[in-house]
């Protein structure tokens, strides 16, 4: 009966690792906000996630915060979903270590994300690192989550987290929900591309090329007028000659909500210095009223905190119960 009348449950987080960015909120944020009338959401800050590269601590726990002050202004809301920082429930950490134990060596070192983050942080490749995708796997799965809205770089590590919890449901019985990832369409942002670099993906620690939730117009604007196109001057989209300017349609095309039919039609025979002000313009617009929530919020603390601590409860106790009954199937001793 349960089961019938469950709505499908959605889980998503991202690390305070930097200041939320334009493709966070493209490939991720903004499906979390349209699905939390549909499903029941679960968000997260993964703080633990973001310690498996050295952070200082002072701006970990402000960006905290202030990612709960972002989430807030973008539309996500604590009557209708859980918000919370990983930290607090300790589930995650629990449920992470028995999973590990079904996981190979082999498929940890083939995941991409580790392969990169290794080589940019040659001189600290922790155990933390190397797991990182085991403690995501713990994050959806103790929630039972149907869906993983996400950004197209997450979509290996949620095939590992299926992987996972299908070994471990055959070696038991059913326990985990198999998620699938849920990401956006190409042309509504699934991988915004770095301005300066259009090809390497947009990235919170990477402030080259960059534009943060954050940002006031004027920054928008200089940072779009820089970006990095080519020596034509046609606006049209095509990844593989024009990847710059196939960056800036799309990121027009899902600020403005057209189409990228629409948008080549809208700048054909004009050149790109009208363009990619027409771009900065259209994000800058998007991104004000988050702006202006944002910097409100963090004026009540309070407020925040009473959000992530009735997150915190609310989400223990349904990690908690994913959590026994893992207990149960492996063999521990009830308490
Ligand atoms: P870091 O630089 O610390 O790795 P990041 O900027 O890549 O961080 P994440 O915290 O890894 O951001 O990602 C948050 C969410 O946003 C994830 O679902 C991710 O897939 C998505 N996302 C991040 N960057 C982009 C991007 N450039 N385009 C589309 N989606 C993105
Ligand atoms: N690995 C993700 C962040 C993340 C996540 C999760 C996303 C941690 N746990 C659970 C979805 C579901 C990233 O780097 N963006």
């Known amino acids: 009966m349960e089961n019938q009348t469950r709505k499908k449950r959605v889980f998503s987080g991202i690390q305070p690792s930097g200041d939320l960015t334009l493709g966070s909120y493209m490939g991720a944020i903004k499906n979390w906000v349209t699905m939390q009338d549909e499903y029941d959401c679960v968000y997260c800050i993964v703080d633990m996630h973001a310690i498996t590269v050295r952070q200082n601590p002072a701006d970990l726990r402000r960006r905290c915060l202030e990612q709960l002050a972002q989430y807030l202004a973008c539309g996500l809301d604590p009557a209708k979903s859980i918000l919370f920082v990983q930290s607090h429930v300790p589930q995650h950490a629990e449920l992470s270590w028995i999973l590990g134990c079904y996981t190979q060596f082999g498929e940890l070192s083939r995941m991409t994300q580790f392969k990169q983050k290794s080589q940019q942080h040659a001189d600290n490749i922790t155990a933390g690192l190397f797991t990182y995708p085991v403690l995501m796997a713990a994050d959806i799965l103790l929630y039972q989550a149907d869906y993983v809205p996400v950004g197209e770089d997450q979509r290996q590590h949620v095939e590992l987290c299926r992987d996972i919890a299908q070994r471990f ?11 699938e990832a849920l990401i956006q369409r190409v042309d509504q942002g699934a991988r915004i591309m770095s301005l300066g670099n259009p090809l390497s993906k947009m990235s919170k620690s990477d402030p080259d090329g960059c534009v943060y939730l954050m940002d006031p117009p004027e920054v928008i604007q200089r940072k779009f007028k820089r970006a990095v196109t080519d020596s034509e001057t046609s606006v049209r989209y095509d990844k593989e000659n024009k990847p710059g300017v196939s960056n800036l349609l799309t990121i027009y095309c899902a600020a403005a909500g057209k189409s990228l039919e629409e948008a080549e039609a809208e700048f054909a025979g004009q050149g790109y210095g009208v363009f990619k002000p027409a771009v900065g313009e259209a994000v800058a617009e998007l991104l004000r009223p988050m702006r202006e929530e944002a ?7 309070a407020y925040l905190e009473g959000v992530y601590r009735e997150g915190a409860q609310r989400a223990g106790r349904l990690a908690q119960r994913t959590l026994d009954k893992v207990h149960r199937k492996v063999g521990f001793v009830a308490r």
């Open 295 to 301: 910097a409100r919020m963090m004026k009540d603390k």
């Open 169 to 179: 449901n055959g070696v038991y019985s059913e326990t985990f929900v198999l998620p």
